[in-house]
């Protein structure tokens, strides 16, 4: 239980930018396992967020930013930054150069591009959300889909923030908390087969389609994954508020 317990801290200060008393114990190795309850932290907070803007009857689409605004300040843009990597990554003709491309810490008119249309489909998605609720399982199936990359597919990179993630697994053990915390979501914030169906397409395709372009993951794509799937996980949640 210790173990656990330094686990999750780990995945917390990993993965948000949530503060934690200096001297708690936190172990990285391993916490990757916990990215959906991350998920599921932050998904509630940005739940209760975007309720008290539509109590204040703040208008939707500026509600909406707002808790876009909020989101990057929780995770400190770190799945974002990945995604506009991988971007600019990807643009490059040459496979050979895309890793490259990607570890260069200036950014791209692709990569910009990708932020855009990620921040915007988020945005305006909100902007038209029916069910806050449906927050928690977007932040839940982004980060689960993000422990299937590191499972299914291998890393890149001898170094790399991502490695010890990969390194640290233990899969399929490692599924359980992702297995348990979906059978609670099941229970408590149910959604329609057909939204739930969609979210583990997005979650197989994703990392299968980079790992076809790559031929593996690294940290960013990691990060791609997780931005990818929540904004298109927004989308569907808002067509079925639009029906």
């Not at 932050?42 to 930013?65: D, S, T």
């Not at 998605?125 to 689960?144: C, P, Q």
């Not at 490692?174 to 979650?203: K, Y």
């Amino acid at each position: 239980m210790k173990t656990l317990w330094q686990e999750w801290l780990g995945a917390i200060a990993f993965y948000t930018c949530l503060p934690l008393p200096p001297r708690w114990p936190m172990q990285l190795a391993g916490a990757a396992k916990w990215c959906p309850w991350v998920g599921l932290l932050l998904g509630g907070m940005l739940w209760g967020a975007q309720g008290v803007l539509q109590f204040l009857r703040v208008p939707p689409l500026v509600a909406g930013v707002g808790v876009v605004a909020l989101w990057l300040g929780l995770t400190g843009g770190l799945h974002l930054d990945g995604a506009m990597d991988t971007a600019d990554g990807l643009a490059v003709q040459d496979p050979r150069r895309r890793l490259e491309v990607m570890a260069d810490s200036r950014v791209g008119a692709f990569g910009v591009m990708a932020a855009i249309i990620i921040l915007l489909l988020k945005a305006t998605a909100l902007s038209g959300l029916e069910r806050n609720s449906a927050l928690v399982w977007v932040l839940v199936l982004g980060r689960l889909a993000q422990v299937w990359a590191i499972a299914r597919y291998p890393y890149l990179k001898p170094q790399g923030t991502g490695q010890i993630h990969k390194a640290s697994g233990c899969f399929p053990r490692d599924f359980w908390p992702s297995g348990l915390l979906v059978l609670l979501l099941i229970f408590l914030l149910p959604v329609s087969l057909g939204q739930f169906l969609f979210g583990l397409l997005l979650i197989l395709l994703i990392p299968a389609w980079l790992q076809q372009q790559l031929g593996g993951h690294t940290g960013d794509t990691y990060g791609a994954v997780v931005e990818w799937t929540e904004a298109l996980m927004l989308v569907a949640f808002t067509t079925e508020s639009a029906s």
